[in-house]
């Protein structure tokens, strides 16, 4: 560990707290969880506070109990004494429950072997596949994804069933038929004929109006990524792994946009991958279309959501979009984590949904 003044910039002792040349107070540097920035400025309790707890130690609770406010003191901020030992104490509580659920996890998640608990939709034929009632690990962790993936936190969520397939242009063709809606978009010239693929060029409109026809209604943002990555937070949904293994793949991505012949290079039928299967053995989930969810879209939502059941904020400009498509040439995008969205009336040649129902 060094410490710096950040005046003079002459390095100085461990245990000093001013500068021994001049009697600026000092910036450390290195592993110590006392980190100024500038001058009299106690940055980020919260960054500090985290810290704190992920390297717990005898050592480190030392400081937390007591160095801690004489340290603040020390700097004329004696102020912030008990707001930061509050904001230590519920990130240590935080992680401590972390650590807990974690160690649970094996027991509370499905083996990708075992048989899902599947229905069969009487309107659209669709097989659901249930995911039943608890807590899963959503978002990313601080500093490791992008920042709208943030924090990464223990969601519960109530049972619901979730298609096991994106929507096809087959059972597309039976809601129009059945209801008169007009046709997605290149409907006549693309991929009407294929029907096993998913449907694509709908906007969140429409695919709410096929749920509705369904009896059913869009997943929200957790339902969905629950479904993708099940329980432990995982990257994908068949685990941590790339989604290809040399020539043979997991998703449909498009992981050469120059045609060179690797990849995909527009969607698949929705049964191509079933190595790709999540935990409970949705399909899909990673790749072939982005899918419509039912929330509104909001960069900071997940620093204010609620830890049960959040449906998204309660307006916005875009609606979520998840998953990746054939379109991606970046696995970034096939993150079960990652956060996409568009205007909801926007219709896309890479852009589908599956629905979901409350159980
Ligand atoms: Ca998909």
């Not at 991958?273 to 999540?278: E, I, Q, T, Y």
Request: hydrophobic share 35%; with cysteine.
């Amino acid at each position: 560990m060094a410490l710096k003044c950040s005046k003079c910039g002459a390095a100085n002792p461990d245990n000093a707290r001013f500068c021994w040349n001049d009697g600026e107070k000092l910036i450390i540097v290195g592993t110590n969880p006392f980190r100024f920035r500038d001058g009299n400025s106690a940055m980020t309790l919260a960054e500090l506070a985290k810290h704190i707890v992920q390297n717990w130690s005898d050592s480190i609770e030392h400081l937390y109990q007591g160095d801690f406010g004489v340290w603040l003191s020390s700097i004329g901020r004696g102020d912030l004494s008990m707001t930061a030992r509050q904001i230590v104490a519920q990130e240590r509580d935080q992680y401590l429950g972390l650590e807990k659920f974690l160690q649970k996890l094996e027991d509370d998640t499905p083996s990708p072997l075992s048989k899902p608990k599947e229905v069969i939709n009487p309107i659209d034929d669709a097989a659901m596949i249930l995911i039943l009632e608890g807590e899963f690990l959503m978002g990313s962790p601080e500093g490791e994804e992008y920042r709208n993936e943030c924090p990464q936190r223990i969601v519960y969520l109530d049972a619901y069933h979730i298609d096991k397939f994106e929507v096809t242009n087959a059972q597309y063709r039976k809601f129009m038929k059945a209801t008169g809606h007009k046709a997605p978009d290149d409907w006549s010239y693309t991929h009407a004929s294929q029907q096993n693929h998913p449907v694509v060029g709908v906007s969140w409109y429409d695919a709410v109006a096929y749920a509705q026809w369904a009896g059913k209604r869009l997943p929200t943002e957790a339902e969905w990524e629950k479904a993708a990555r099940g329980a432990d937070g995982r990257k994908y949904p068949w685990g941590n792994s790339p989604p290809n293994m040399g020539a043979s793949y997991r998703a449909n991505y498009k992981i050469d946009k120059y045609g060179t012949g690797h990849g995909y290079s527009y969607t698949t039928p929705v049964d191509n991958f079933p190595m790709g299967a999540s935990p409970y053995g949705v399909m899909d989930m990673a790749g072939n279309v982005w899918e419509w969810c039912a929330d509104w879209y909001h960069s900071e939502y997940y620093r204010a959501a609620p830890k049960k059941n959040p449906a998204g904020p309660s307006s916005g400009n875009a609606r979520v979009l998840r998953g990746g498509g054939w379109v991606n040439d970046n696995t970034h995008y096939l993150r079960c984590a990652f956060r996409g969205s568009h205007p909801p009336s926007m219709k896309f040649s890479y852009v589908g949904f599956r629905c979901a129902s409350t159980y």
